[in-house]
């Protein structure tokens, strides 16, 4: 079957690094996605990864090794309002985008 | 660019009646439009998706009578939840692609649903 595996939820401290990962099984790999979602609120587009290595982004950095099956999305500076849930999404051959459950992220100043 | 609107925003219904969601690409043309649901603290779950021009194709377990889809042009598709009940009281979410696979889906803003 298909899986993406993301911790529950993590907790960081306002300023400090964080880095949220992501590992994938699916059928076929067609790009991986992260998306953060403030509660109550839709999701937003973060960064897109489909080749090995490290997107930078301002803040955020997403990396991806297809060949582990594996992602991180780094963030840095960490501000109280990066405090959201983090979903990872994987497109698989068919094209078809699978969900992780996602990663509530907790700042504490 | 890649902006999707959502219409209404919020709604509160009678057990019964039916709702129509709105789910506009504002600047772009979107040849896949996704329609998804969040119950409170739970993960999205994805309900249909739908090509332009074509019928959507059902999740496993959303009944397509229920929740009709219709996506007649390239900007619009709609969501219809036909005899809502408080149990369909959710946050419903769209969400739209230009191409095929590789392009992103950007979401819309959500509807959040109340059935009384």
């Known amino acids: 079957g298909q899986n993406i595996d993301q911790p529950t939820e993590m907790t960081a401290t306002e300023g400090a690094i964080v880095q949220i990962n992501c590992t994938y099984q699916t059928s076929g790999f067609n790009g991986l996605f992260w998306y953060q979602q403030h509660a109550g609120e839709a999701p937003t587009f973060l960064s897109y990864?489909?080749l090995d290595g490290l997107e930078e982004k301002g803040r955020f950095s997403s990396f991806l090794s297809r060949s582990k099956g594996y992602s991180y999305l780094l963030l840095k500076e960490l501000q109280m309002k990066d405090s959201a849930s983090y979903l990872c999404?994987?497109?698989?051959?068919?094209?078809?985008?699978?969900w992780g459950a996602g990663t509530k992220l907790i700042i504490k100043p | 660019g890649a902006v999707v609107s959502q219409h209404p925003s919020r709604v509160i219904c009678k057990s019964g009646t039916s709702v129509k969601i709105e789910c506009r690409s504002l600047?772009?043309?979107?040849?896949?439009m996704f329609w998804y649901r969040q119950f409170p603290k739970q993960s999205l779950m994805l309900m249909a998706t739908?090509?332009?021009?074509?019928?959507?194709?059902?999740e496993q377990g959303v009944e397509k009578d229920k929740f009709l889809i219709n996506h007649a042009s390239l900007t619009l598709s709609t969501l219809t939840v036909t005899s809502a009940h408080p149990e369909d009281s959710s946050f419903y979410i769209c969400s739209a692609r230009a191409g095929e696979g590789r392009e992103t889906q950007y979401f819309g803003p959500g509807t959040r649903l109340l059935v009384l």
């Open positions: 600047d772009f043309q979107a040849t896949t």
């Open positions: 999404a994987v497109t698989d051959s068919n094209y078809q985008l699978i």
């Open positions: 739908s090509n332009e021009g074509s019928k959507a194709t059902y």
């Open positions: 990864n489909v």
